[in-house]
């Protein structure tokens, strides 16, 4: 089953000495002064079967219409009011959204209500657990349908998304997917 996570590392309250906003400030394109592995090592963690796209607010813009199953928001102190803002602005366009991180770990209580789940601790030691959890959400909207054809098209859509080209009936296939998981309005 292809599964989908965003992971944003957000931009500060206010300049730090890990961002580069002086040079923005010169007219230099957005940077990183520091490199922060938080996202990467997070995304190195995900099974083999996941997507996982890394947003560093700090080199480009947030996307707030990102098409994931999860978005994932790590941060440290300095961050924690962008943290936030992100998580409300995607739980309010009806995402699931994670937080965790250092800040989260020390902090836990700043972040209750802004998200649906709660990630404290070093993510290496729940890693496993953690993924698996995340199938079984995405397990409870019955996300392949029916049963009996789950593993076919699980490949199938993993497949649509290696081609640099899909065809008409992949399109469908994704329309298809589209409506299926996503929330009724009325």
């Not at 995304?43 to 996941?50: E, K, Q, T, V």
């Amino acid at each position: 089953m292809a599964k989908t996570l965003y992971l944003i590392n957000p931009r500060p309250s206010s300049p730090s000495y890990f961002g580069a906003e002086a040079y923005e400030h010169h007219g230099y394109p957005m940077a990183q002064a520091i490199a922060d592995l938080a996202t990467t090592t997070v995304a190195a963690l995900a099974p083999s079967d996941w997507t996982v796209t890394i947003c560093e607010e700090y080199v480009e813009p947030i996307d707030f219409d990102a098409d994931a199953d999860f978005i994932g928001v790590t941060g440290k102190v300095i961050q924690v009011q962008r943290m936030i803002e992100v998580a409300d602005a995607f739980r309010r366009r009806g995402k699931t959204v994670l937080i965790g991180g250092p800040h989260a770990s020390l902090s836990p209580e700043s972040f209750r209500g802004h998200c649906d789940v709660l990630v404290i601790g070093e993510l290496e030691s729940i890693a496993e657990d953690f993924f698996a959890d995340l199938e079984r959400e995405l397990d409870k909207v019955e996300f392949f349908r029916p049963e009996e054809k789950r593993g076919v098209m699980a490949v199938n859509l993993r497949n649509i998304f290696q081609r640099m080209l899909p065809s008409q009936q992949d399109m469908r296939t994704l329309h298809g997917v589209i409506t299926a998981i996503a929330p009724c309005t009325e």
